[in-house]
């Protein structure tokens, strides 16, 4: 299996540490943000990883290279300009072939689970769901008992920035940027998206103080 790391965003919302330095860069506990990222996929057995970068794409390809460091092959998906996480999926699907791939939105935090790349079965995606951080209280989406995601319904969860996607869900559409969550809505239309909800420690790196926050639990000492 191969995985796929967004890591085209301009990261606005981290502005004044993202003026110079691209987002997935960003250091918590002593290592980049993506590079926890790839620590974890090798450690899950997936070494062939495309990472799309736009903002400042140099930077992240010097510092990561061919990603032998973390013990993967990275391939480059390159954007003249931000495509959106849709936009940037259909112009990375050269690279990332026919079979389902772990999709990780590069601005998480987030332990991993063999247990989210359990075969498809049919449907064209499993999202990874979260409780709802106090920043996004209304949530995204609902998961029934079965096990099945929903664009309406309680309880609400929040979708975590990662999941396992068939490359037919975006396969054919027009080569552009746009969002992956309408079509991840017209899936569920037809009850092909699973979920699971992950209880684990999680968290969106959307601002410079959850970033400081992070990295300061990263860096305490251990119990015991």
């Given at each position: 299996?191969k ?88 112009n ?25 790349l ?18 996004h ?22 979708y975590?920035?990662i999941?396992?996607?068939d ?9 552009a ?48």
């Amino acid at each position: 299996m191969k995985a796929m790391l967004l890591a085209a965003g301009l990261g606005t919302r981290m502005r004044p540490l993202t003026d110079h330095c691209p987002k997935p860069l960003l250091e918590a506990g002593g290592k980049p943000l993506i590079g926890h990222h790839l620590e974890r996929l090798a450690a899950l057995g997936i070494h062939e990883v495309v990472i799309n970068v736009s903002y400042r794409a140099e930077q992240i390809v010097a510092a990561l290279g061919d990603g032998a460091a973390y013990g993967v092959t990275i391939r480059w998906s390159r954007e003249t300009t931000p495509l959106e996480t849709g936009g940037g999926i259909r112009n990375a699907l050269p690279l990332l072939g026919e079979a389902p791939f772990l999709l990780v939105n590069g601005d998480v935090w987030c332990e991993l689970d063999r247990r989210w790349l359990a075969p498809l079965d049919g449907d064209l995606a499993r999202l990874v769901l979260v409780d709802n951080p106090t920043h996004h209280p209304q949530g995204d989406f609902s998961l029934d008992p079965a096990g099945r995601v929903h664009a309406q319904g309680e309880p609400r969860l929040t979708y975590a920035g990662i999941a396992l996607i068939d490359p037919a869900l975006v396969a054919g559409h027009d080569e552009a940027a746009f969002k992956l969550a309408p079509l991840l809505r017209e899936a569920m239309d037809t009850d092909r998206v699973a979920g699971v909800h992950h209880r684990g420690h999680w968290v969106d790196v959307g601002t410079p103080q959850r970033l400081a926050e992070l990295d300061a639990r990263l860096r305490a000492p251990s119990p015991g």
